[in-house]
């Protein structure tokens, strides 16, 4: 009887919810020509007629529509969710390749018109030296491997055609300083059970900006050939002299997926073996345009499309009261390494070393935009009207082929005298009062005999002025360090470096204490890099596994050691393409913070 009223209290204190229906198509990936596909509608939390089956240039329809249904409930916090979906599939042949348009398909659901979204893909045309199949290793026999049909992934020499690791660039021709986005993707007939980076392509002659990748498979039709392919790395490049800028070819070693097929008597069945090969990328070439001459005056790089304007923080100045100066950079191009901009100010006013801040996002995945602000701290010493006189920005602007000048207005300051000098004491007259003044009373010193005796003979009085001296040289000298400290960017990077790296790695720690290895392995490799760069006073964006190497063997460490880091920085690079146990987590852990040790370990000696 108790667990028959429990159960009737949870049952009233349920309240049910329905989600809103839905109809939506689930396209299909590119296909190649006479392969059969299957386009899907799925319709979500209501109930219809069967849509009717879109026609599709150079597609025929084989059969459909075939349905699945699917219902989940949920309940969370005495709230019940229950779902619902219909997925209606249609099977076609893929006739003839090219550009296929999906239509929007409409079906009516309780007394309202639901309409799936457009959408389209590609019809790849077959392999340009497929053959026709006979029986299921034919294809595999005659060395015509097809990405599409395992029955042609049989265990064999594996070609040059059939795992490729191409280096492109969006573009071919650039100026410099034009954005150019280099792309590594891999294309290959077999799947990928691993994939190991032995050597990185080096990107020397380009500051460069890691790009977001999409790791989905696609079908793609390169050189006569179908592949799955997947972009393995994108970077956002900036090239720095003109002249061919070459990318040298990386290494890679690659654990693929063949197919054995089994004879079972009656039926034939396929056995998956691995086979792990080493292929080397392509050698990029990139041709680089240098700027038109004659280059005008103030011109420092800036290529792209820029606004410029200026404040002054706060409007009204006195002397001796710190304002800023601020110099404000907007727009699109290679905004992240502009130089500061050089300010004259004028005589009587004291300006201090400019600091600026860069805010920059990529747009559209092959340039950036942002801002470059600059401030300038200044402190006036005079009264008096001033001129702060604009510097022109010159840039080279890409859609006209020309150099554009900004001309920043001239911004006048007038300076107040401030509170921040010694006040002079104001006089007040005194009010005349004799009730309280008391008659002098003379003493008659005839008889008195004064001994003097001077401070500066004793001991204490010059032990205190060398202990007030000592003090003094101190403070001078810690005030000297400190100036040379700010000064030192470098040397403050340096001293800082084992620092951040142990805060970084703590929170790497704490996404593997947690499981979430892909945070992981965010944080170690970002730890990691940003360690190197602070102690080999290297740019992030200039950082390469030639130059790592070779700064810390000038650092002092021995070869295994420059291995050891080497290698958990690869490791960290492919994790994402491989599986990993918390045992593989733990371990590359464990080397990462070993490999710190033994750099701060030589720094130490």
Not at 100 to 127: H, M, N, W, Y
Not at 360 to 373: C, E, K, R
Not at 382 to 407: A, M, Q
Not at 574 to 586: G, L, Y
Request: glycine share 6%; charged share 20%; with cysteine.
């Amino acid at each position: 009887m108790q667990r028959f009223i429990l159960y009737l209290i949870l049952l009233l204190t349920v309240i049910p919810a329905n989600a809103a229906a839905d109809f939506q198509l689930i396209p299909p990936r590119n296909v190649v020509e006479g392969r059969n596909f299957a386009i899907t509608f799925r319709l979500s939390n209501g109930k219809a007629n069967p849509p009717a089956a879109p026609e599709l240039e150079g597609c025929r329809l084989l059969y459909g529509p075939s349905t699945s249904t699917m219902q989940s409930t949920e309940i969370i916090n005495g709230h019940m969710t229950s779902s619902s979906s219909i997925d209606y599939t249609f099977t076609y042949r893929a006739d003839k390749a090219g550009d296929v348009q999906v239509p929007a398909v409409s079906v009516s659901c309780e007394g309202r018109t639901l309409t799936s979204a457009a959408s389209s893909f590609k019809i790849l045309p077959p392999d340009s030296n497929a053959q026709p199949m006979q029986g299921a290793a034919g294809g595999g026999a005659q060395g015509n491997v097809q990405a599409d049909d395992p029955t042609t992934q049989t265990p064999g020499r594996i070609s040059a055609d059939d795992l490729i690791v191409r280096v492109s660039f969006s573009k071919s021709n650039v100026y410099e300083q034009e954005p150019v986005v280099a792309t590594i993707k891999v294309y290959t007939k077999f799947d990928i059970s691993s994939f190991m980076v032995t050597t990185q392509p080096a990107f020397e002659g380009f500051l460069t900006e890691e790009l977001p990748v999409n790791l989905q498979v696609e079908m793609e039709h390169y050189n006569g050939q179908n592949y799955h392919t997947a972009v393995l790395k994108r970077l956002l490049l900036y090239p720095q002299r003109p002249g061919k800028l070459s990318v040298n070819s990386g290494k890679y070693d690659v654990t693929i997926v063949q197919y054995e097929t089994i004879n079972m008597g009656f039926f034939r069945t396929q056995r998956p073996v691995e086979r792990q090969v080493t292929t080397s990328s392509n050698a990029a070439t990139l041709q680089v345009n240098p700027l038109p001459e004659p280059k005008p005056a103030g011109f420092t790089g800036a290529v792209g499309h820029f606004d410029v304007e200026t404040s002054l923080d706060p409007e009204l100045l006195r002397t001796n009261e710190a304002a800023v100066y601020t110099y404000t950079i907007k727009g699109t191009g290679n905004i992240k390494f502009l130089s500061e901009p050089v300010i004259q100010f004028p005589a009587g006013i004291d300006a201090y070393t400019p600091k600026s801040d860069i805010q920059a996002h990529v747009v559209g995945g092959s340039n950036m935009s942002g801002t470059f602000s600059t401030d300038i701290t200044f402190v006036p010493q005079e009264v008096g009207n001033f001129t702060i006189e604009g510097t022109p920005f010159v840039y080279f602007d890409l859609d006209s082929k020309s150099y554009k000048t900004i001309d920043v207005p001239d911004t006048p300051i007038r300076v107040l005298k401030g509170t921040s000098s010694a006040p002079v004491a104001q006089q007040n007259n005194i009010e005349k009062k004799i009730e309280d003044i008391l008659h002098i009373k003379p003493v008659d010193i005839t008889d008195q005999v004064y001994e003097i005796n001077y401070t500066f003979r004793k001991a204490y009085y010059w032990m205190a002025y060398l202990i007030v001296a000592l003090i003094l040289v101190g403070l001078i000298v810690v005030y000297r360090r400190q100036i040379r400290l700010q000064a030192d960017v470098t040397g403050r990077r340096l001293a800082k470096a084992s620092r951040v790296a142990t805060k970084r790695l703590k929170t790497a720690r704490d996404y593997m204490n947690r499981h979430e290895n892909s945070k992981f392995y965010e944080a170690l490799s970002g730890a990691i890099w940003g360690y190197l760069s602070d102690k080999l006073s290297i740019p992030s964006s200039q950082l390469t596994r030639d130059n790592i190497s070779s700064k810390l063997a000038d650092y002092g460490l021995d070869e295994q050691q420059i291995k050891d880091v080497v290698d958990v920085l690869d490791r960290c690079e492919m994790a994402r393409f491989t599986p990993n146990t918390d045992a593989d987590v733990a371990e590359i852990y464990n080397d990462a913070t070993n490999a710190i040790n033994n750099i701060e370990n030589v720094a130490k000696r």
